[in-house]
């Protein structure tokens, strides 16, 4: 379903990763993982089409997004690839549900789908009761619910999460970690999760790591 091959990427003299292979299914949950500086962030965000491989091809879904256009690149990646962040990067002047609505809004959804799609998400991750409130009156977890589901309102063959537990509490990581194993089972969702964190990194289906740029056997 996801397929990166021979990533290279530098950034001046200074090698980041260095021909890294990667293979994800749909339906499984694999987490990054690797010291500061190994690669793990870079890697996911060329998945995620934020950023451009010196050498290799990334393909999702059959496409291969080096043929892709910016703009549309653009909109294949609003519409296929789900993102989740440490600080969760939701809207201020907006209620949870219109920063869960906007990719659908951006994706020419109507209205009405998509704050019905939105408050399935929101129920669904039990944050439903919180759908007009903004950001700065929502606790962390609570932003990171909001934030999956901003992530998963156009149904993406894939989410990416980059260190999302790494502003919450011990008790709201741990919630947020199981949410991705209830999402995957009740979704048939795929995750890349770039961590630090060893509970999240164990509960994923597959551990892959990163040193020096280079994926290490298993």
Do not use: W
Not at 150 to 156: D, E, G, I, S, T
């Amino acid at each position: 379903m996801l397929s990166a091959r021979g990533i290279y990427k530098s950034y001046g003299a200074l090698p980041i990763l260095k021909g890294v292979d990667l293979e994800v299914a749909t339906g499984e949950i694999v987490s990054l993982v690797g010291a500061s500086g190994a690669g793990k962030s870079t890697l996911l965000h060329i998945i995620g089409t934020l950023d451009r491989p010196d050498r290799g091809t990334v393909s999702l879904q059959g496409t291969d997004i080096s043929t892709l256009t910016p703009k549309q690149l653009s909109a294949f990646r609003n519409e296929h690839i789900g993102f989740v962040f440490q600080f969760h990067h939701l809207l201020p002047e907006f209620t949870a549900l219109e920063n869960v609505c906007i990719p659908a809004y951006i994706k020419k959804v109507s209205p009405k789908a998509a704050e019905q799609r939105a408050m399935e998400l929101l129920a669904l991750l039990g944050v439903a009761h919180r759908k007009g409130h903004k950001p700065g009156e929502l606790s962390g977890g609570e932003q990171q619910r909001v934030a999956v589901a901003r992530a998963l309102v156009n149904r993406p063959a894939v989410v990416l999460a980059d260190e999302p537990s790494g502003n919450l509490d011990s008790e709201n990581a741990a919630a947020l970690h199981q949410l991705f194993v209830d999402l995957r089972t009740q979704l048939n969702q795929t995750f890349v999760v770039v961590t630090h964190n060893e509970e999240l990194a164990s509960i994923a289906d597959r551990m892959v790591h990163i040193k020096d740029g280079v994926i290490q056997p298993d």
